[in-house]
């Protein structure tokens, strides 16, 4: 394993601080203090606010007058309007699934839920990160990369939605229903595919509600991120 007192480059940087975040490790609101980072992963400050700048432009980081830079916290209009918008996407993935994936890309999705199916009820931050994954997979295999920019966008700002908003549940649903969609998908049956995404999505949608969760410390979270990842 890595030590966290190794220096790390700019782009390791971002993707650890974006993995915390999807992972919902840092939670909505949570201030991203430039010297704590910079302390965590043996970097300048210089480094910490490039990776900073680039995780605003994915709308994980908002950055506020006499505050600094935290963890964007979308309102209830936004997470409506996200999930509005991604059922438009979603089903369009859909579509061009069925009509143009490989062996090649139905192996890759077969893939990634037998991951999901091992860190199940195991390793709850991993579920949640690759829950996420497999839509912005699915994305990617449509061969379209403006539409799967567009769609891992949506379920990155989603990851904020649910640690924000949403009720406590099992990961069981999301395994299932994922090996669902890529059967419909293989069978290409684009009714029944379209049937359970919109299922699956509304499901995760029906999730939401007031949170009271608290923010775990900082530099306690990151700790944690300073190391490599399990495989």
Request: net charge negative; aromatic share 4%.
């Amino acid at each position: 394993m890595t030590s966290a007192k190794q220096p790390f480059n700019g782009m390791i940087v971002y993707q650890r601080l974006r993995r915390a975040i999807l992972e919902q490790a840092l939670l909505p609101g949570t201030r991203l203090r430039e010297d704590a980072i910079g302390e965590q992963f043996g970097v300048s400050r210089t480094i910490v606010r490039q990776a900073l700048v680039r995780l605003e432009t994915e709308h994980l980081v908002e950055t506020q007058r006499n505050r600094g830079s935290c963890v964007a916290e979308p309102s209830l209009d936004e997470a409506e309007q996200i999930f509005e918008i991604r059922h438009c996407l979603e089903g369009e993935v859909i579509r061009r699934l069925v009509d143009r994936i490989s062996v090649i890309g139905l192996e890759s999705l077969d893939s990634h839920v037998a991951h999901e199916a091992r860190v199940q009820g195991k390793n709850g931050p991993a579920s949640i990160r690759l829950a996420g994954e497999f839509h912005i997979l699915l994305a990617e295999l449509t061969g379209n990369k403006i539409l799967a920019n567009y769609v891992s966008e949506l379920v990155t700002r989603c990851s904020l939605i649910l640690a924000m908003y949403s009720r406590s549940h099992s990961s069981d649903c999301a395994v299932n229903e994922h090996r669902s969609i890529i059967q419909a998908i293989r069978d290409k049956d684009i009714k029944s595919a379209m049937t359970i995404m919109d299922h699956h999505l509304g499901a995760v949608q029906g999730r939401a509600d007031l949170s009271g969760d608290e923010k775990d410390n900082l530099q306690s979270v990151l700790a944690r991120y300073a190391e490599d990842p399990p495989a």
